[in-house]
């Protein structure tokens, strides 16, 4: 969610590098399922309602999807014929306004679900923001799996919920906060999902660009820049690699977001 100028597309001498916009991207690739045994998204993904002794279903019906950085998975309007889970890595949500300009709905991390929506087309672009790898399932092999195992189908509404949920945390933080406390509400949210994850706790890695941080939280590149160096002078953060942030007061953060 977020608004950008002309200006704000030009890339801050601040921004981490991403991917060259004219180097070729490689396509999504499929591969056999390599088996759900050791997966470290399962016990945050929407299969963990399905015993581990079960799991053959889900390995019978399912594909893996590899998908480089900067590749895309779905386009805006296309068909939604599958679902998926990510297991590895990070994608965003993009929708694009008729005016062009970008908006960032959000940041799918290991044990999201992609797919739970009652429109027939993907009402975003799904873009890969690191290599990802995802569990695919045709539309009609997960209806079969939810009538099979209906703890699946409760899986998924959980999932929908928190989705809503923190949506209308972010349009509440867009609505009321300024650009430094909308930042440091996203730091602290972000971070205790990757916390949730297996990460260190007071630590966020911010893989995306600055300008994706920028058309998600509504602002330009250059207010981001800016509102991380008041969250740093203030005390409330610290980097050397401005992809790898240090919490360093968690509840002055939340406190300036309101959480």
């Given amino acids: 969610m977020g608004r950008m100028d002309t200006k704000s597309r030009q ?12 180097a070729t991207i490689g396509s999504p690739r499929r591969v056999p399922h390599g088996g759900c045994a050791g997966c470290l998204a399962r016990p945050l993904a929407i299969c963990a309602s399905i015993p581990a002794h079960e799991t053959g279903a889900l390995e019978a019906a399912a594909g893996e999807v ?8 779905a386009h805006e309007g296309d068909p939604r014929r599958e679902v998926y889970t990510v297991t590895r890595g990070m994608l965003r949500r993009v929708r694009l306004l008729p005016d062009g300009r970008r908006l960032v709905a ?18 975003h672009t799904l873009e890969a923001v690191t290599d990802c790898v995802l569990c695919v399932f045709t539309m009609q092999s997960m209806r079969l799996l939810c009538h099979q195992y209906p703890e699946l ?6 999932q929908a919920c928190g989705e809503l949920d923190a949506t209308r945390a972010s349009l509440m933080l867009l609505a009321r906060l300024g650009p430094a406390e909308r930042l440091a509400g996203f730091l602290v949210e972000l971070g205790e ?4 994850r297996g990460g260190p706790a007071g630590h966020v890695d911010l893989p995306m660009t600055r300008a994706d941080i920028a ?30 942030i240090d919490l360093v ?6 406190s300036a977001a309101g959480l």
């Fill in 106 to 123: 959000g940041f799918l991390m290991a044990g999201d679900f992609i797919g739970f929506s009652g429109a027939a087309q993907y009402r």
């Fill in 66 to 73: 590899l998908l480089p950085a900067g590749a895309t998975l």
């Fill in 153 to 158: 189908e409760s899986g998924m509404l959980a």
């Fill in 215 to 244: 058309d998600h939280l509504g602002l330009t590149i250059e207010t981001v820049s800016r509102s991380f160096t008041k969250l740093r002078q203030g005390g409330a953060i610290a980097f050397e690699d401005p992809r790898r």
């Fill in 193 to 196: 999902r990757q916390q949730r």
């Fill in 249 to 254: 007061d968690v509840p002055a953060l939340r």
């Fill in 11 to 22: 890339r801050s001498s601040a921004e981490p590098a991403g991917p060259a916009r004219h």
